[in-house]
């Protein structure tokens, strides 16, 4: 029986052009829903310090809002990764009774993992809570009776719910992301895992 959703979405290294290879994740934020009382009831934000490309472009600094001094200061993944670890522990959360949201499978298909075996050290075990979420597109889909949901600013829009914060700056995404998962959680959708990795 699950009680919360945790509404992630992290944010990378970046650049107008090709790919950034390796993409390093720079924000790990997280918004944590009480699936009863159907409300944010806690928040996690961390910056992250990249390694392989340690400055930031200006084109991935106006995109996220996300300046060099707050990279520079930030610890690496290793030790931000504990500390959501350590965030989950403290509510009590585990895959028997939460759940990841994602907006699409960038994130826990291709971003975590990649970014975990490119960390020095490399990070080997993974929860198994990271392994599987709800794609909230997925229930987009569902409620609003398509076959392809639009981007975040796209299904807000459709929900008729206002942007809040900065698109593309991870916290104020998880506070969007959240509040269209809650509006779909009203429309009768039912909170389930919808994609797995591996």
Same mark, same amino acid.
């Given at each position: 029986?699950?009680?919360h ?7 990378a290294?970046? !650049? ?6 390796? !993409? ?20 996690? !934000? ?30 690496l ?44 050290p ?21 409620? !609003? ?13 459709a ?40």
């Amino acid at each position: 029986m699950y009680t919360h959703a945790i509404i992630l979405d992290f944010e990378a290294t970046c !650049q107008d052009g090709p790919r950034i290879s390796p !993409q390093e994740i720079i924000e790990f934020p997280s918004v944590l829903v009480s699936l009863e009382r159907r409300e944010v009831i806690d928040e996690f !934000q961390s910056f992250v310090r990249p390694i392989h490309h340690p400055r930031l472009t200006d084109f991935c600094k106006k995109l996220t809002s996300i300046q060099q001094e707050d990279v520079d200061k930030a610890e690496l993944f290793p030790d931000v990764f504990q500390k959501h670890l350590a965030w989950l522990k403290s509510h009590d959360l585990t895959e028997n009774n939460a759940f990841i949201v994602t907006c699409g499978d960038w994130d826990l298909k291709s971003g975590f993992p990649a970014q975990c075996s490119h960390s020095e050290p490399v990070i080997e075990v993974v929860p198994p809570i990271y392994q599987q979420w709800h794609n909230v597109k997925h229930s987009f889909c569902d409620a !609003q009776g398509v076959e392809k949901a639009p981007g975040m600013r796209g299904m807000l829009k459709a929900l008729e719910l206002p942007l809040v914060g900065w698109h593309h700056r991870g916290i104020d995404d998880c506070r969007n992301i959240a509040r269209i998962f809650l509006k779909l959680m009203e429309k009768g959708i039912s909170p389930e895992i919808s994609s797995v990795s591996g």
